[in-house]
């Protein structure tokens, strides 16, 4: 957790994540890109028992390349 917080900290503050490679096989495959939400259940008092579920939907990103073999 304390790397994601220090990369979270360092991009906040203007340095940009690398850039990974990409083999050119797949770079010429055509982009999927969706998203969905499911649901999450969330107590009122974190990190106890106590108190009722409250469900909220979260989104969450879906990026795929397609392609046959």
Do not use: C, H
């Amino acid at each position: 957790m304390a790397q994601v917080q220090t990369e979270v900290k360092a991009w906040q503050s203007g340095d940009k994540p690398p850039v990974e490679a990409m083999n050119e096989d797949v770079a010429v495959l055509p982009l999927l890109i969706g998203a969905d939400g499911v649901s999450v259940p969330f107590r009122l008092y974190p990190k106890s028992s106590k108190g009722k579920i409250v469900y909220q939907e979260i989104k969450v990103p879906l990026l795929t390349r397609l392609g046959v073999e």
